[in-house]
């Protein structure tokens, strides 16, 4: 396999916006939340906003529609409501949302999990996809699969360094803006 890392780039931060899906959690009791935006800034990227919503398909869909229409958000990170007891209905809320599903991610993710949690990682519904070129990352609201999801999945696809490609090769508004400074 050629060396990927040959041609060193730049480091691209994006806009991200973070959603913690709760019934019971409150700002303080947000951990996975939380977890995101310290591994989010800590990878050089920006907080666009952070905010907590109940397990509600409309109330996520009305703050998920309203970061997908705004050109300063490049990524939207959701954090539970994905499984499959109770009102538990983040992916039915953004599902109709997406332009495009990125099969790989929920894929990729439940063959990480399973190291760690066996076949219980055939209950996640997590998922990824993009909508009006913002890239979301829908995921379980436990701190530790949001930090596998960042640390193994997503960390790496939002760094321009990546390669052979990544998911900024893939953001013309940014790129055009980048390249244009």
Request: aromatic content about 6%.
């Amino acid at each position: 396999m050629g060396d990927f890392n040959a041609m060193t780039r730049e480091h691209i931060p994006v806009s991200i916006a973070v959603l913690t899906i709760s019934d019971s959690r409150s700002e303080a009791e947000d951990k996975s939340g939380a977890l995101l935006v310290s591994r989010l800034t800590a990878s050089g990227h920006q907080l666009h906003e952070k905010t907590l919503c109940r397990d509600d398909i409309y109330a996520i869909r009305t703050i998920v529609s309203r970061w997908i229409s705004d050109d300063a958000v490049q990524v939207v990170l959701t954090t539970g409501g994905t499984g499959i007891t109770g009102r538990d209905g983040t992916p039915e809320a953004v599902m109709p949302l997406l332009d495009k599903v990125i099969d790989g991610f929920g894929e990729m993710f439940r063959t990480i999990s399973y190291g760690d949690i066996g076949t219980s990682s055939l209950q996640s519904r997590a998922l990824a996809g993009v909508a009006n070129g913002t890239y979301l990352f829908v995921l379980p609201g436990s701190s530790g699969a949001c930090k596998t999801a960042w640390d193994d999945l997503i960390d790496k696809q939002l760094d321009y360094r990546t390669r052979p490609c990544n998911l900024i090769e893939l953001m013309p508004r940014l790129l055009e803006h980048k390249n244009s400074d």
